[in-house]
């Protein structure tokens, strides 16, 4: 399974920007699709999951309300559709996938090679 993320840039506080991760390989094998992120010297923390199939979603209480997990097996590719951004959501984001587990722990299978998200002030 290969996971290749995009969408990443340079915005302004509260604005708008969608990451995309393009799964390709064994998709038929994945149950749940995830989106971390890691600011400078912090480690890597839980943003969104989503089953693939069944589409159940789940946030962190950091971007609940203002982020919004979707895709999934239909079209073999998540989005993270971010809005209301701030300072504090500038990150690499990377993109994961499981096999077996829907867990906001990073202990997923595969991880896609991350995305930088500026949010300037």
């Known amino acids: 399974v290969q996971l290749q993320a995009s969408g990443g840039g340079l915005v302004q506080a509260g604005g708008s920007l969608r990451l995309s991760c393009a799964v390709s390989?064994?998709?038929?094998?994945?149950?749940?699709m995830g989106w971390f992120r890691q600011a400078p010297g912090k480690e890597r923390v839980f943003v969104a999951a989503?089953?693939?199939?069944?589409?159940?979603?789940y946030y962190a209480d950091s971007v609940k309300g203002r982020f919004t997990i979707s895709g999934g097996s239909a079209t073999n590719t998540v989005y993270l559709q971010m809005s209301s951004l701030k300072p504090e959501d500038t990150a690499v984001y990377y993109c994961?996938?499981?096999?077996?587990?829907?867990?906001?722990?990073?202990?997923?299978?595969?991880w896609g090679q991350g995305t930088l998200v500026t949010v300037s002030s």
């Open positions: 390989g064994r998709t038929f094998s994945m149950y749940a």
């Open positions: 994961a996938a499981d096999r077996r587990r829907f867990t906001t722990t990073p202990a997923y299978d595969y």
């Open positions: 989503i089953n693939w199939g069944a589409g159940r979603t």
